[in-house]
């Protein structure tokens, strides 16, 4: 009867402080932070489901490209001509289709017109004459010339060139399930484009008097035109990239004889281009266990020294693909490896230039093969049959095919950044064939959803390769820089492309944080894992927009996000969650006798973060996953000076600091009494406030006397019912000698100085009396149940 009294004492103590935490934290403090996204989001259809998959009657449109092309080296001029076959799958009818010319982008004539603030230079250079002028050389003209536009029979059509985009009018409307075949003759300037920039052009080289041509965005190419946008036509200013038709391409390209071809897609006639010892090392190649130089150092070395006036023609094809792309010179080295993806083989190679042959040699294919195999194994198993990366000194993707950075000093080293800048790059652009390649998003509209999920299974990918690579975005804490600028600086992810400020932060380092928080802190590995997989499942090969990653994402986990999507997608809200109060009482078995004085002091070691380095949650849990095998521990050739450098142990910091034990207060149960209600309990009650506006789950370190520690998660709706202030009481068995909010620095938290509650001072005891009740708990005014408590501010 004594235990059951005492034990309704207790109650009573746990529902005051649930009665108080009524009291601190009325229903009306709402900033709609929980609620549905509703009307923001497009209403399904029967293109889109509510679920986030297509629809029974999702549709989309497509469009075959047969084209032949002529490099004019001397000129440095492309002429081309190609036929389109254009597939109306939609069920409109089009009296008219849109044409990108993305090489308008460089003309003085039919760019964009976009312009942005400027000012006045301290020093006037060509770059600067350029950009007042708007024209790039005064000798030649850029951006596409357009010579012919005719159907199939050579019957010429009308057309309309507004800034980057053409319109060309059908001769008869093009009712849905027809197809319509016809013909553009084209021609343009290349740009040098490490003086003009660009994604493409040409880089010339002094020394040897070579030029490393990349041909990106190269040819006329249809927009989209789809079910919930229409044609998709917005100008190409140089931020937002591309929204691109699906198709098959067959592409032929004359060149210099001495120059080798990368391109999307497969040769068709490498043994007419190749000479027998390069075809026979090429043939090596598709069953070699190691990389394979196909055409070598010492070959590319001799062509760089003479050149010919012979020309050969490459022949490539390649099928359901949104785009084409392709690099030629003299000056590559190309070497291939195959890599075995699900039981299909694909074929992984480099091309690079002797620049930057001691990086890409022993790098770059095997972080080619290491990619895809990775993305594959948290999206889908990679599809097309090649996967190439191009060393031509900047970074940019195309199907099968990617630009990347990474040179050696002119001795042949390299330094740990450069090297690391490299495989980020590489790891990068490879990774983009599945985002927005496969899983074909609208690069102009929605930048993120291309490059903050590639940005976010990158991450994943270099964690993969070594557990101490130095990743530049993913975890929480390298988020909090950008969160903390002030509010005039910062935009929603769901931002449009050319209105961004923070581009890099906004598009690709935001929402990959954003997901990898969603995977690590708030759904788990499991269940993000299965949902990602699925909406990359459903959305390959098609044209998925936002809201059908958002409801993908919650209907493969049942797990409710839209308090997550409206906050981090978007909202620009930071995270910082403050520990304003603790407080403390004591349920101790021990007799106690009347309080006589102060209780003295004693020391309390304190362990310190790592210095110079910090390794986040998903560090540490993918080496506990001991079916995670690095390439760096799988591969010894990975390792070289650097990797050895950086396997060194960091030291830990310990500084005391003084608590002082107060004297006790008076007990009136026996000992056996008072350890089969108590048990040496400790009740801890914390006040939390959401100063940052974005609500997060409160992640919670308790650090013990003893020196061990414990972790708490309470889920983010602790927040739902008072965005502002929420207070939460746990029973521990040991004495706690400090608290931290958020010790892996998880969820981003801005201001880690409120996080912490570093000095302990002990409670009184909470007293158990006998008889008639009247034990109110720390709040309670009368009965005599009412211990004296330290409150922490």
Known sequence: MKQLTALAILFSFVLSVAAQDIKNNPGSNHGNRFEQLGTILPTPNEYRTASGAPGPKYWQQRCDYDITCELDEPNRRLIGKETLTYFNNSPDVLTYLWIQLDENEHSSVNN???????????????????RFTGKMDKDKEYGDNITRVADAAGKLLKYTINKTMMRVELPQALKPGQQFIFKIDWNYNIIEKGKYGGRGGFEYFPEDGNDLFTMTQWFPRLCVYSDFQGWQNHQFVGSGEFALTFGNYKVAMTVPADHVVMS?????????????????????????????EVVTLDEATAREKQKV????????????????????????????????????????????GKEAYNLYRKYSTKAVAHTIKTYSKFTIPYPYPVAQSLEAANGMEYPMICFNFGRCEKDGTYSEGTKNGMLGVVIHEVGHNFFPMIINSDERQWTWMDEGLNSFV?????????????????????????????????????????????????????????????????????LFDYAFKEYARRWAFKHPTPADLFRTMEDASAEDLDWYWRGWFYGTEPCDISLDTVKWANLSTASVAPRTGGGGTSKIPVTKPLLNTFDDISKIRNREDKKIVFATDADESL????????????????????????????????????????????????????????????????????????????????????????????????????IKLDPMRETADINEKNNSWPSVETPSKFQLFKGGGGGRGPRGGGGGGNPMQKEIK
């Open 639 to 738: 390792r070289d000076f650097y990797w050895r450098y950086d396997r060194g142990l960091a030291k830990v910091d310990e500084t005391p600091f003084e608590v002082t034990m107060p004297a006790a207060s008076v007990d009136t149960f026996t000992e056996a009494e008072r350890f089969a209600i108590a048990g040496k309990k400790n009740i801890y009650e914390l006040t939390f406030s959401n100063k940052g506006g974005l609500v997060m789950p409160i992640i919670i370190e308790w650090t013990f006397k003893d020196g061990t520690k414990e972790i708490d998660r309470i889920p983010v709706q602790i927040w739902r019912k008072n965005e502002n202030k929420v207070t939460k009481t746990f029973m521990k068995d040991k004495e706690v000698a400090s």
């Open 458 to 526: 990158e991450y994943l990918s270099e964690e993969l390769w070594d557990n101490k690579f130095p990743v530049s975005k993913g975890p929480a804490y390298k988020i909090v820089d950008y969160m903390r600028l002030p509010k005039d600086q910062l935009e929603p992810i769901m931002t449009n492309s050319e209105n961004i400020i923070q581009f890099g932060p906004n598009a690709y380092s935001k929402p990959a944080t954003g997901l990898n928080i969603l995977r690590e802190t708030i759904m788990g590995r499991e």
């Open 264 to 292: 999307t897609g497969q040769g068709q006639n490498y043994q007419q281009v190749l000479t027998p010892a390069q075809f026979a090392r090429w043939q090596k190649a598709q069953t070699a266990t190691d990389v394979t």
């Open 112 to 130: 964009s017109g976009y312009q942005n603030s400027s000012y006045m230079p301290t020093r006037i250079g060509e770059a600067d004459i350029q």
């Open 309 to 352: 006036k012979e020309k050969k023609t490459w022949i490539f094809k390649a099928d359901m693909v949104r785009d084409f792309a392709w690099g030629s010179s003299r000056k590559f080295v190309w070497d291939a490896m195959p890599a075995m993806v699900e039981g299909k083989k694909v074929m992984c190679m480099s091309a690079y």
